[in-house]
């Protein structure tokens, strides 16, 4: 593992580089093979698109080239998630090893999402009032939100991940270790599929979105919904109680050292 960072990062590159070093085995791969790696901080934007050559979108904070075995990390973002960030495209980086071919573009950053534990995509999603609402997305819709904006890009990650756990699901105490090895051997993700799981890409489809539908409907999104206005609601009953203990307070000092005299004699 090679890290290579300009002067003021040197220190987060060396602990970056040895959390890569000590990374636990990637789902239906293992551990890293034991071929070099090279990962790149870029401290700014403008350094981060040079080395990319401009070809990733404006809200992409990391890079995968297999062919190199190189990684390149924005790190202007908030530093706790960098960990995360280098295992996700880690994992495109192994899997494209292991696979030694392309593959559909949602199975590879559901993939990633998965390695890295990326499990706040799918709390994101139950509170998604487009699925909600039963708007089913097939697969090759998927990969075109994967490729589009900030908030449609965020929505096709949490569903690519939906999708990849259905397929870990499927494999049972094995997960995507049957899948994995069959994609690296059949000439298709089809053909991955009937291999393995005995089902076409267009019967995963139906099923993908079913399950979706059923973890992420009206009744997923009101469970959600529900448990947010419950937070909600109990952090407005104690700023009340605190209003309320506070001027009670207050009235207590105002009233401190007056005392109310007593009424006159009468005059005749």
């Known amino acids: 593992m090679t890290a290579v960072a300009w002067p003021p990062q040197e220190a987060l590159a060396v602990a970056l580089a040895q ?84 593959l559909p573009l949602w199975f590879e950053e559901g993939y990633a999402a998965v390695a890295a534990g990326e499990w706040d995509r799918l709390e994101a999603l139950k509170l998604n009032w487009r699925i909600a609402r039963g708007v089913r997305m097939d697969l090759d819709e998927l990969d ?12 096709g990650y949490a569903l690519a991940t939906t999708a990849v756990l259905l397929l870990d699901r499927w494999g049972g105490p094995r997960g995507l270790g049957p899948l994995i090895g069959r994609l690296a051997r059949e000439p298709t993700f089809d053909a991955a599929l009937r291999a393995t799981y005995h089902v076409t890409e267009g019967d995963f489809e139906t099923r993908w979105q079913r399950d979706v539908g059923e973890h992420y409907g009206w009744l997923g999104w009101a469970a959600a919904a529900g448990a947010f206005w419950a ?38």
Request: glycine residues 8%.
């Open 231 to 268: 937070v909600l609601g109990l952090v407005l009953a104690w700023l009340v109680h605190l209003r309320r203990r506070r001027d009670q307070e207050r009235k207590a000092l105002l009233d401190e050292g007056w005392t109310i005299p007593a009424e006159d004699d009468p005059t005749a």
């Open 144 to 155: 075109g939100a994967l490729r589009g904006g900030p908030a449609e890009a965020a929505s």
């Open 19 to 102: 959390a890569a070093d000590r990374a636990p085995p990637f789902p239906g791969i293992g551990p890293l093979p034991d071929r070099p790696i090279r990962v790149i901080l870029a401290p700014t934007r403008a350094k981060y698109d040079s080395l990319t050559q401009g070809r990733l979108p404006s809200w992409s904070e990391g890079a995968a080239f297999p062919g190199t075995g190189a990684v390149v990390l924005l790190t202007s973002g908030p530093p706790d998630h960098l960990t995360a960030a280098l295992r996700h495209e880690l994992a495109h980086v192994v899997l494209r090893w292991r696979v030694r071919r392309p």
